[in-house]
């Protein structure tokens, strides 16, 4: 399994631009990188997702190193609505499973 | 487009006992994986279904079974039931599998809180 590093937890203050790293040192040249986030008491759900150059969508965007081993996620303007554990992914080409690891639990101060 | 829903959403058995989830995916979609969530493992991969055949399995003992159904719909099963096995049962479905989808999402639905006493 393609392993990801996060820190444990993170703080941001509400408003603030909250950039989240991932450790991805064994990647492969296949493999793409997810995040995805879960919420209290709710299922993880889609942020975003990138192969090889950076990314933006509505919710985030990713800043994906140019050796691939590392990522950031990157919320512009964090709100109270952003807090929860944050998942870094590496969706591997075979098998649809995802293997997450421990997740950063982002808290957004007011 | 309605999302994954799962049934029951909280559940309540004794050790030794049998349990049935169920799992109705995004209209379409044909892939259906589970996953187990306990605060002390997080988010682990139990199986995956596409096509009413089971594509990938994680590392749980065979008392966790699951099947799909012509219609896209899934259960998981819980036989024997112990302590360990109270926790948050995640489905999520996806419109591929394999090799292509791994650019793909998948969409989780709200889970099945079980609880073993």
């Known amino acids: 399994d393609a392993k990801t590093t996060q820190p444990n937890s993170m703080e941001s203050n509400e408003e603030e631009p909250v950039h989240l790293p991932c450790n991805h040192s064994?990647?492969?040249?296949?493999?793409?990188i997810h995040w995805y986030r879960q919420l209290p008491s709710q299922g993880p759900e889609y942020v975003i997702h990138g192969l090889t150059s950076n990314v933006n969508n509505r919710m985030a965007s990713l800043a994906i190193a140019e050796d691939r081993k590392s990522s950031t996620l990157i919320l512009h303007r964090a709100t109270l609505r952003d807090a929860a554990v944050y998942y870094c992914i590496l969706r591997q080409n075979t098998g649809n499973q995802f293997y997450f690891g421990t997740g950063t639990s982002l808290t957004v101060i007011p | 487009k309605a999302g994954v829903t799962q049934t029951p959403r909280y559940l309540i058995k004794t050790r030794g006992q049998q349990v049935t989830l169920s799992c109705s995916p995004i209209?379409?979609?044909?892939?259906v994986s589970w996953y187990q969530q306990t605060p002390g493992q997080g988010l682990q991969f139990l199986f995956e279904y596409f096509s009413e055949t089971q594509r990938n399995k994680g590392n749980f003992p065979g008392r966790f079974s699951g099947r799909q159904f012509s219609n896209s719909r899934s259960e998981m099963n819980v036989s024997t039931l112990e302590l360990g096995d109270s926790a948050l049962y995640l489905c999520?479905?996806?419109?591929?599998?394999?090799?292509?989808?791994?650019?793909?999402?998948?969409?989780f639905g709200p889970g099945t809180r079980l609880t073993v006493l």
């Open positions: 999520a479905s996806s419109p591929i599998t394999g090799g292509q989808g791994r650019k793909d999402t998948q969409y």
């Open positions: 064994t990647i492969s040249g296949t493999d793409y």
């Open positions: 209209s379409g979609h044909r892939s």
